[in-house]
């Protein structure tokens, strides 16, 4: 998952986190100040119309992003996957 924006902290006394869908993501790089990736090993858990949040954290204080994000491409299950599995979520039916 890639946020993009303006003004990300790029140093290391801030430790970048995102959670979606009640999960941390297993890495989090700030690429540049405009740019954050965030990496699920399992894949980007499916989850619906969730908000990701893009936290930065230090033992001092805890800022987040301001703005809320689209999550494009998101995965979408209708009656006819009944039965499907997938890799990323484990093997688990949906």
Do not use: H
Not at 51 to 62: A, G, K, R
């Amino acid at each position: 998952m890639v946020f993009t924006g303006t003004n990300f902290v790029t140093t290391s006394t801030y430790q970048a986190r995102t959670k979606f869908c009640g999960i941390y993501a297993d890495t989090v790089t700030v690429d540049s100040a405009t740019q954050v990736t965030a990496t699920w090993t399992l894949g980007i858990p499916p989850c619906g119309t969730a908000t990701p949040s893009l936290t930065f954290n230090t033992s001092e204080l805890l800022d987040y992003a301001s703005n809320t994000t689209e999550l494009v491409n998101n995965v979408a299950v209708d009656s006819s996957s009944a039965g499907l599995k997938v890799s990323w979520a484990g093997g688990k039916q949906l």
